[in-house]
């Protein structure tokens, strides 16, 4: 049951204001649609994507009945306890160079919880959104599922964006889970998170175009290694097949892969899998 306490606690977001303040004259955003519930919004703007939507199409929602995060997991959270939010692209770069796009994604929600919530967040390789600092430090906030669209000659490209914001330990998916209340957040306010989220993600989605999709000359690359928080450790990356490698993670290649160092010197690409940080004693 919903009580009075919730409904407070979790306003709903606005769809016509949100359209009026960010589908402007030169803003990024050409379509957003707010909806109550939805079994995804990346399997819902993917749909519309194969329909002819627009670059730059955005679908939000209130409730995410099926919603998916990486490597098939699921992606679970309340109604109204955060942010589940997707963004179409037709990118006109070279398809190589779209591997930043997930990697975008991230810089651009960090930088949204830092001027909305007043909260540092760090990214884990590659795109997972956590506490940079404090007692919860590396508890995952959020992540990030890009997906291309099948059968449109790869012409397009969804990034959804998930975000905790006001769960409660009791609601956390997963204990090594947190949320930006839980983190310290200054405002939970979804409305200015959401707002400041798709125009930092206009900003950087400019600059990478203009830069041909060059992720060092848009100045993506520095912004993300400033954010990410595996470049220097010891990390166990566990790649499809099976195969894990364990060694330092030691920076990126040109496409955003990570490049991880075992301790008989060999350079592995970690394109992608999943990537545990591991502490010191755990390391050899
Ligand atoms: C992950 O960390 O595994 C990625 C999670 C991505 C979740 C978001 S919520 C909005 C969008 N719609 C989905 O079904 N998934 C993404």
């Known amino acids: 049951m919903v009580s009075a306490y919730n409904d407070l606690d979790r306003p709903p977001l606005d769809e016509r204001s949100l359209q009026r303040a960010l589908?402007?004259?030169?803003?990024?955003?050409?379509?957003?649609?707010?909806?109550?519930?939805?079994?995804?919004?990346?399997?819902?703007?993917?749909a519309a994507a194969e329909d002819g939507a627009p670059h730059a199409s955005v679908v939000v929602a209130e409730e995410q009945t099926a919603g998916r995060g990486r490597l098939g997991r699921a992606w679970t959270a309340p109604p109204r306890s955060g942010?589940?939010?997707?963004?179409?692209?037709?990118?006109?770069?070279?398809?190589?160079?779209?591997?930043?796009?997930?990697?975008?994604?991230?810089?651009?929600?960090?930088?949204?919880?830092?001027?909305?919530?007043?909260?540092?967040?760090?990214?884990?390789?590659?795109?997972?959104?956590?506490?940079?600092?404090?007692?919860?430090?590396?508890?995952?906030?959020?992540?990030?599922?890009?997906e291309t669209v099948a059968g449109a000659g790869e012409n397009a490209i969804v990034a959804g964006i998930g975000l905790n914001v006001t769960l409660r330990e009791h609601e956390l998916p997963v204990p090594q889970a947190s949320s930006l209340v839980l983190a310290g957040a200054e405002s939970t306010d979804r409305d200015p998170l959401l707002r400041a989220l798709l125009r930092a993600f206009g900003t950087w989605y400019g600059r990478w175009s203009e830069a041909d999709g060059d992720a060092r000359a848009a100045g993506l690359a520095e912004a993300y290694r400033e954010a990410c928080t595996t470049l220097g450790r010891q990390v166990r990356a566990e790649l499809p097949g099976q195969r894990v490698v364990t060694g330092m993670a030691t920076g990126l290649d040109a496409g955003g892969a990570l490049l991880v160092t075992t301790a008989d010197q060999e350079e592995v690409t970690i394109g992608a899998g999943d990537v545990v940080h591991l502490r010191p004693e755990e390391a050899n």
């Open 83 to 146: 942010l589940f939010v997707s963004i179409l692209m037709r990118p006109e770069v070279p398809v190589g160079a779209w591997t930043w796009l997930p990697l975008l994604a991230g810089v651009a929600a960090r930088e949204a919880v830092a001027r909305t919530a007043g909260l540092e967040v760090a990214l884990k390789w590659p795109n997972d959104i956590v506490v940079a600092k404090g007692e919860l430090e590396g508890r995952k906030l959020g992540g990030i599922l890009c």
């Open 23 to 46: 589908m402007v004259p030169g803003g990024f955003v050409s379509a957003l649609r707010v909806l109550p519930s939805v079994e995804s919004t990346n399997s819902a703007l993917l």
